[in-house]
């Protein structure tokens, strides 16, 4: 039956095109997520300790918007941390200065492998 082959041939044509568009959307998203540096204290990081901006502490952030760089610094001890950013897309660094002489800064940043460390004097805007 003629108009049966045609059915057939349009439905085969709209699910090939479905599987189509699922697998580029895939694509695109795997190749579109941010990519940080990650080391810290965290259970699955490595320590900061050593960090060289390298592969082996880039990481993929499936939902993150930006990459964060954290330094605390308290009686000549000094903690960093890198990681995928969570909550809002924003770029700059905040300075705090905590009790006991503490300081704590936290740098945000909205590129790939852009959270090398924390870079003072630039202020979120």
Known sequence: NPQLQ????????VTNSIKIIIILSTIIAITTQLQCYSC???????????FVPSSSFLISCPSALSCVSTQGVFEGV?????????GREREGCITRRLGGGATATICS???DK?????ERGKEFE
């Not at 045609?6 to 044509?13: A, E, G, K, T, V």
């Not at 852009?114 to 924390?118: D, E, K």
């Open 78 to 86: 000094r903690v960093e941390t890198r990681e995928c950013g969570q």
């Open 114 to 118: 852009c959270n090398v460390g924390v």
């Open 109 to 111: 940043c909205k590129e």
């Open 40 to 50: 810290g204290m965290g259970e699955n990081q490595t320590s900061c300790h050593n």
């Open 6 to 13: 045609s059915i057939y041939c349009l439905y085969n044509m």
